[in-house]
């Protein structure tokens, strides 16, 4: 008998609420287990206490960019997920820290499909729940 699966948890980073809430609605109606945060600051701290499997990050944001919450994020969960997002072409400047840190991510302009996120989550639960199978196999 197969182990039940707990929902993917992803963390919505986006000063924009409009923009955060919407995709955490659109999200979460998929089945995902979702929490929205407004700054790069509290990305961080949720991310410590939610231990979130994707974190989806946009990269400007006040107090903390994006990419500075992502390596922090990374360096806490090195196994989580990170998707940093940017409608800004001044922000991809920002990216240069990136390689610079060694952070794995993935990165989608805005405007993004919410369609695009969410098949992005499912192929990484998809990933999640082959590897336990072969962890238990």
Same mark, same amino acid.
């Given at each position: 008998?197969?182990?039940?699966?707990?929902?993917?948890?992803?963390?919505?980073?986006?000063?924009?609420?409009?923009?955060?809430?919407?995709?955490?609605?659109?999200?979460?109606?998929?089945?995902? $287990?979702?929490? %929205? =945060?407004?700054? @790069? #600051?509290?990305?961080?701290?949720? &991310?410590?206490? /939610?231990?979130?499997?994707?974190?989806?990050?946009?990269?400007?944001?006040?107090?903390?960019?994006?990419?500075?919450?992502?390596?922090?994020?990374?360096?806490?969960?090195?196994?989580?997920?990170?998707?940093?997002? $940017?409608?800004? %072409? =001044?922000?991809? @400047? #920002?990216?240069?820290?990136?390689? &610079?840190?060694? /952070?794995?991510?993935?990165?989608?302009?805005?405007?993004?499909?919410?369609?695009?996120?969410?098949?992005?989550?499912?192929?990484?639960?998809?990933?999640?729940?082959?590897?336990?199978?072969?962890?238990?196999?």
């Amino acid at each position: 008998m197969a182990a039940t699966q707990r929902p993917l948890r992803v963390l919505i980073a986006d000063d924009e609420k409009i923009i955060a809430d919407t995709l955490a609605i659109i999200i979460r109606n998929s089945g995902f $287990s979702v929490t %929205t =945060v407004y700054s @790069g #600051n509290s990305a961080v701290e949720t &991310a410590e206490k /939610l231990r979130p499997d994707v974190v989806i990050c946009d990269i400007r944001m006040p107090d903390m960019n994006g990419v500075d919450a992502a390596n922090r994020i990374s360096q806490i969960l090195p196994t989580a997920k990170i998707v940093l997002c $940017s409608g800004h %072409t =001044v922000a991809l @400047g #920002n990216l240069e820290n990136v390689d &610079a840190g060694g /952070l794995k991510f993935v990165f989608l302009a805005k405007p993004v499909s919410p369609a695009l996120f969410l098949d992005f989550l499912r192929s990484y639960e998809e990933h999640l729940s082959i590897a336990t199978e072969l962890q238990f196999a």
